[in-house]
C-alpha cells in the first residue's frame, strides 16, 4: 500500500513532486490518493482541445498542453515553458483536482470557500463578481480560507485547497498586498499567501459544508435566501466540470443546504463592511440550520 505520510495535501491529493510549494499545502491524513506531477519541455506544440473521458483528460494551456491520465495518476504538464511549483499549485492544479474528484464520483464546485464557526460556506460567483475580493475580504474579517477557486466535496466532507488567494490588481492596490507573478492561467496575479494554522490546519480535513452563498452586484447590502426553484440552475452553473456530475444524490443534497443570494455595492470603500455583514448572517443561518443528514 502507497503512503502519503509526509507528502503535502491539497483537494484530497497527495502531491510529492511539489515540495517547493509545500508551505501552501496541507499535511496528509493518510487517506488521501497519490498524485504524481511530470513535465516536459517541448517547442512548437499544436493547440489542443479539452476533452476529458473516463481515462484522461486532455487540456490546453499557454504554449503546450495538459494530460491527466487516471491509471497513472500522473499530470504531465507540456510546453516551452513550464509552470513552476508555486504555478501548478494554484491555478494549474485545480483542473487536475476537478478531473479526480469527477473519477471518484466526488463534487467539484467552481467556489471559493470560508470557515464560518467551524463549519465551510462556499461562495460561487460568475466571472466579475469579485469572488477573489470577496474571499480576501472575508480572511481579512478572520474567517479561515479553505480554497480561493475550486471546492472539492467527498460527500459533506471539505477537501481543502492550497492556502493562497490570486487577487486582481485593483484589489491588490487597494489592500496593498500580494506579489506581482505574472500572467499564469491567462491572466495577471498578485498572490497572497496565508500562513499554516497549526491545530486547525489539521482540523480542515474533516469540516462539513454548511452552506451556499451567491455573489450579486447591487445598490445596497442585503443577504437573502435563494428560492428552492432557483438553487438548481445556479447549482449546475457553479459546477467546475461542465460534464453530468458523478454524484446526482450528492447535488440534491447541496439543495437542501442553506443558499444566500449576497448582494453588495461594486465599491472598494464598503468590501470590509460587506465581509463583516456577511459574516454575521452566515453564522445565523448556520446556527439556525438543520445538519444534512437530518435534511436528508
Not at 476533452?51 to 499530470?75: K, W
Amino acid at each position: 500500500m502507497t503512503t502519503t505520510s509526509g507528502v503535502p495535501v491539497a483537494y484530497g491529493l497527495a502531491l510529492p513532486d511539489l515540495r517547493g510549494a509545500a508551505h501552501l499545502l496541507h499535511p496528509a491524513r493518510g487517506d488521501e490518493t497519490l498524485w504524481r506531477i511530470e513535465r516536459t519541455r517541448v517547442e512548437g506544440r499544436t493547440p489542443v482541445e479539452t476533452s476529458v473521458d473516463s481515462r484522461r483528460a486532455v487540456l490546453g494551456m499557454d504554449g503546450g498542453d495538459v494530460e491527466i491520465d487516471r491509471a497513472s495518476a500522473t499530470t504531465t504538464f507540456r510546453a516551452s515553458t513550464l509552470p513552476t511549483d508555486l504555478e501548478v499549485v494554484h491555478p494549474h492544479l485545480a483542473s487536475t483536482a476537478v478531473t479526480v474528484a469527477h473519477w471518484a464520483g466526488r463534487i467539484a464546485l467552481h467556489a471559493g470557500a470560508v470557515v464560518v464557526d467551524g463549519r465551510v460556506w462556499a461562495v460561487l460567483g460568475e466571472r466579475g463578481a469579485g469572488k477573489s475580493t470577496a474571499m480576501y475580504s472575508l480572511v481579512g474579517a478572520g474567517y479561515p480560507l479553505v480554497t480561493d477557486d475550486v471546492l472539492v466535496l467527498d460527500g459533506a466532507r471539505v477537501l481543502p485547497g492550497p492556502r493562497c488567494i490570486d487577487l486582481r490588481r485593483p484589489t491588490a492596490e487597494h489592500y496593498g498586498v500580494g506579489e506581482d507573478i505574472g500572467v499564469v492561467g491567462r491572466r495577471q496575479r498578485w498572490r497572497v499567501e496565508l500562513p499554516g494554522s497549526g491545530r486547525d490546519d489539521r482540523l480542515d480535513h474533516d469540516l462539513e459544508l454548511a452552506g451556499l452563498v451567491h455573489l450579486a452586484w447591487g445598490d445596497h447590502l442585503a443577504v437573502t435566501e435563494v428560492p428552492l426553484d432557483q438553487r438548481w440552475p445556479a447549482l449546475l452553473e457553479g459546477l467546475a466540470l461542465k460534464l453530468p456530475p458523478a454524484d446526482q444524490r450528492g447535488m440534491l443534497r447541496l439543495l437542501a443546504l442553506p443558499t444566500v443570494r449576497f448582494q453588495r455595492p461594486q465599491r472598494f470603500a464598503e468590501v470590509d463592511r460587506a465581509a463583516q455583514t456577511l459574516g454575521r448572517e452566515l453564522s445565523r443561518w448556520g446556527a439556525r440550520r438543520a445538519t444534512p443528514a437530518a435534511a436528508g
